[in-house]
């Protein structure tokens, strides 16, 4: 692993000519570090921005109590470096988000990765200039650069969306979102402390912060299915194994529908007997992590199996919560199971048996608005001296609509994107050459392991710039047929999923005024990579190829 050493751009002052190079990177998550590294090991010349003070994206900034991966570190982890996947040891199957800065912190380092990011420096505008083939990026203070490539690494979860609560403003207590949580840590005891929101963040602060909380009050809309995590410490022995073997978990990881290693079943429901039934779940439940979702191979599509395997998770809620009328308030109705995402907790049930802990059903009460005290629902007043936000993200689109990125002719992502998202492969759009997207809105990123997705678009990113180098060529973007044709596939196959009947950030429904409807690619991650290598077979054959321009062809010789 010997890094290519190319001199790292100065930033061109407000005014001044803009700085040039090879490739603009937007993002330091896990698609915009690999970014970095790989156009480096390509001897590309590149200028990296992230907004956040330093590398981690998501786990940069969600440093909330309680948080951590939900998928097997181990998966969870690049492919990319053998001698990374050697030197880090994982201590715990599903990893604690101080962990994984560290993780973060130890790529970077080690890859000596930081300076080419410019840090607490948000990008505004990116333009295309089709005369001299590149873009114009420009920052939030003004500064500009060029670059014939622009690789958009922001990320499906990187914009926290805006609670529509009125009143926040007047609150006196402390108030805080999940998603900008304080570098320092939060003392909750003796505190009254709101929650809202209990997806998958709500849910890991819930039984963190119940346990610390004086009293906690959770205010839940909709109820979300979870399953035990189940989580371990891995064993000095076990992760040496795993070192040994690590080829073949990639092997595995690539070949899966998810991007990871889990259980998984083609058994249709309905095939085996009730008792058989029953066995398999309970196995599962044993088993911990998202073995539910692996049990059969129709859950998604099969409303009455899905319907089934709900029933058995609500069955669980009564087993462990002992206020009967908490435990029917806490089972999700209405919505098939799995088609908001499966959370993972360790003890949430059983957190609203301690007796400091009250869940504030939002749907026969809701909220009206924020006081100076603290929350008013339909029925009182609670007050709070800690109010959390865990109410989620403008998903999937939401960071690259934050800019305004100009196409050729002026044509904006806003305009392209009105009534919903589209692009090729969620990495590509039409009518925006060399402009790409890692973890795109139409690939699988919201159904699949973020890391293996990192690494398959970056790969194809830098094959298809090589292609261009290689072959005299200016320009790449899909063509709108080739476009076209991908948004029927990602529709054809999004039709039967049952994940349209939740209102979900996967369908768009969690943020006011935005267009609706699944535009993941839910045929799987191995499906989507066959697509990828398809795309660019034949010479990029479905692309708009241009020439390179004289002064281009001059700046790459
Ligand atoms: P989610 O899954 O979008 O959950 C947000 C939660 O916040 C959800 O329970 C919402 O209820 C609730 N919410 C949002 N706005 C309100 C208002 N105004 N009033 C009451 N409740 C509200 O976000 P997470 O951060 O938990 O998880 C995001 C992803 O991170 C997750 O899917 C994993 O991939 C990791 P609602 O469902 O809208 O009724």
């Given at each position: 692993?010997?890094?290519?050493?190319?001199?790292?751009?100065?930033?061109?002052?407000?005014?001044?000519?803009?700085?040039?190079?090879?490739?603009?990177?937007?993002?330091?998550?896990?698609?915009?570090?690999?970014?970095?590294?790989?156009?480096?090991?390509?001897?590309?010349?590149?200028?990296?921005?992230?907004?956040?003070?330093?590398?981690?994206?998501?786990?940069?900034?969600?440093?909330?109590?309680?948080?951590?991966?939900?998928?097997?570190?181990?998966?969870?982890?690049?492919?990319?470096?053998?001698?990374?996947?050697?030197?880090?040891?994982?201590?715990?199957?599903?990893?604690?988000?101080?962990?994984?800065?560290?993780?973060?912190?130890?790529?970077?380092?080690?890859?000596?990765?930081?300076?080419?990011?410019?840090f607490n420096t948000r990008i505004n505008q990116a333009v295309?200039?089709?005369?001299?083939?590149?873009?114009?990026?420009?920052?939030?203070?003004?500064?500009?650069?060029?670059?014939?490539?622009?690789?958009?690494?922001?990320?499906?979860?990187?914009?926290?969306?805006?609670?529509?609560?009125?009143?926040?403003?007047?609150?006196?207590?402390?108030?805080?979102?999940?998603?900008?949580?304080?570098?320092?840590?939060?003392?909750?005891?003796?505190?009254?402390?709101?929650?809202?929101?209990?997806?998958?963040?709500?849910?890991?602060?819930?039984?963190?912060?119940?346990?610390?909380?004086?009293?906690?009050?959770?205010?839940?809309?909709?109820?979300?299915?979870?399953?035990?995590?189940?989580?371990?410490?891995?064993?000095?022995?076990?992760?040496?194994?795993?070192?040994?073997?690590?080829?073949?978990?990639?092997?595995?990881?690539?070949?899966?529908?998810?991007?990871?290693?889990?259980?998984?079943?083609?058994?249709?429901?309905?095939?085996?007997?009730?008792?058989?039934?029953?066995e398999l779940l309970e196995d599962a439940w044993k088993h911990?992590?998202?073995?539910?979702?692996?049990?059969?191979?129709?859950?998604?599509?099969?409303?009455?199996?899905?319907?089934?395997?709900?029933?058995?998770?609500?069955?669980?809620?009564?087993?462990?919560?002992?206020?009967?009328?908490?435990?029917?308030?806490?089972?999700?109705?209405?919505?098939?199971?799995?088609?908001?995402?499966?959370?993972?907790?360790?003890?949430?049930?059983?957190?609203?048996?301690?007796?400091?802990?009250?869940?504030?059903?939002?749907?026969?009460?809701?909220?009206?608005?924020?006081?100076?005290?603290?929350?008013?629902?339909?029925?009182?007043?609670?007050?709070?001296?800690?109010?959390?936000?865990?109410?989620?993200?403008?998903?999937?689109?939401?960071?690259?609509?934050?800019?305004?990125?100009?196409?050729?002719?002026?044509?904006?992502?806003?305009?392209?994107?009105?009534?919903?998202?589209?692009?090729?492969?969620?990495?590509?759009?039409?009518?925006?050459?060399n402009l790409f997207m890692t973890t795109g809105p139409n690939?699988?990123?919201?159904?699949?392991?973020?890391?293996?997705?990192?690494?398959?678009?970056?790969?194809?990113?830098?094959?298809?710039?090589?292609?261009?180098?290689?072959?005299?060529?200016?320009?790449?973007?899909?063509?709108?047929?080739?476009?076209?044709?991908?948004?029927?596939?990602?529709?054809?196959?999004?039709?039967?999923?049952?994940?349209?009947?939740?209102?979900?950030?996967?369908?768009?429904?969690?943020?006011?005024?935005?267009?609706?409807?699944?535009?993941?690619?839910?045929?799987?991650?191995?499906?989507?990579?066959?697509?990828?290598?398809?795309?660019?077979?034949?010479?990029?054959?479905?692309?708009?190829?241009?020439?390179?321009?004289?002064?281009?062809?001059?700046?790459?010789?």
């Amino acid at each position: 692993m010997t890094a290519v050493r190319s001199p790292s751009p100065q930033p061109a002052a407000s005014g001044a000519e803009p700085t040039r190079v090879d490739v603009v990177i937007v993002g330091g998550g896990f698609g915009g570090m690999y970014a970095v590294y790989k156009f480096r090991e390509l001897g590309m010349s590149l200028q990296a921005f992230e907004a956040g003070g330093d590398l981690g994206g998501v786990w940069y900034w969600n440093r909330y109590p309680g948080a951590r991966v939900d998928l097997p570190s181990i998966d969870y982890s690049y492919s990319f470096s053998r001698e990374i996947e050697q030197e880090w040891t994982w201590s715990e199957q599903f990893a604690a988000q101080p962990e994984l800065l560290r993780y973060i912190d130890f790529v970077a380092t080690r890859l000596d990765l930081r300076r080419h990011y410019r840090f607490n420096t948000r990008i505004n505008q990116a333009v295309w200039d089709e005369a001299r083939q590149l873009w114009q990026v420009t920052t939030e203070s003004g500064e500009v650069y060029e670059a014939p490539y622009c690789i958009m690494a922001t990320g499906p979860l990187s914009v926290p969306k805006k609670p529509e609560i009125d009143g926040l403003e007047r609150f006196q207590g402390r108030l805080l979102h999940a998603a900008r949580w304080p570098h320092e840590p939060v003392d909750f005891t003796g505190k009254r402390v709101g929650v809202i929101g209990t997806g998958s963040t709500g849910i890991q602060i819930v039984q963190e912060v119940g346990r610390q909380a004086g009293e906690l009050f959770v205010f839940q809309r909709t109820p979300s299915f979870t399953m035990p995590m189940r989580n371990v410490p891995l064993e000095p022995a076990y992760m040496a194994e795993v070192k040994r073997h690590y080829a073949g978990i990639r092997e595995v990881a690539r070949n899966s529908p998810i991007g990871g290693a889990r259980p998984q079943s083609t058994r249709a429901f309905f095939t085996v007997t009730p008792a058989q039934r029953q066995e398999l779940l309970e196995d599962a439940w044993k088993h911990g992590g998202l073995a539910m979702l692996g049990t059969f191979g129709d859950l998604m599509i099969n409303e009455e199996a899905n319907e089934h395997v709900a029933e058995f998770v609500r069955g669980k809620i009564d087993d462990v919560v002992q206020d009967p009328d908490t435990a029917r308030r806490l089972k999700p109705q209405g919505y098939p199971i799995f088609a908001r995402r499966p959370c993972l907790d360790t003890g949430y049930y059983e957190t609203f048996n301690l007796p400091n802990v009250h869940l504030m059903d939002c749907l026969t009460d809701p909220i009206v608005e924020a006081t100076e005290k603290g929350l008013r629902t339909a029925s009182g007043e609670t007050e709070l001296d800690i109010l959390i936000l865990a109410t989620g993200y403008d998903g999937l689109t939401g960071a690259l609509l934050a800019f305004d990125v100009q196409g050729r002719d002026g044509q904006t992502v806003q305009d392209k994107w009105k009534d919903g998202p589209r692009s090729h492969l969620g990495i590509m759009l039409a009518g925006f050459p060399n402009l790409f997207m890692t973890t795109g809105p139409n690939g699988p990123a919201a159904l699949a392991n973020i890391i293996r997705m990192s690494e398959n678009d970056v790969d194809w990113i830098a094959q298809a710039i090589l292609h261009l180098r290689a072959n005299g060529l200016g320009s790449i973007e899909p063509s709108i047929d080739t476009e076209d044709r991908w948004m029927d596939l990602v529709h054809a196959l999004a039709k039967p999923s049952l994940i349209n009947k939740a209102k979900t950030w996967w369908v768009g429904a969690n943020v006011e005024g935005k267009p609706r409807g699944l535009t993941q690619f839910v045929g799987g991650f191995m499906k989507y990579r066959e697509h990828c290598a398809a795309a660019a077979a034949n010479g990029y054959a479905g692309h708009v190829l241009q020439p390179a321009r004289e002064q281009v062809r001059e700046k790459a010789a």
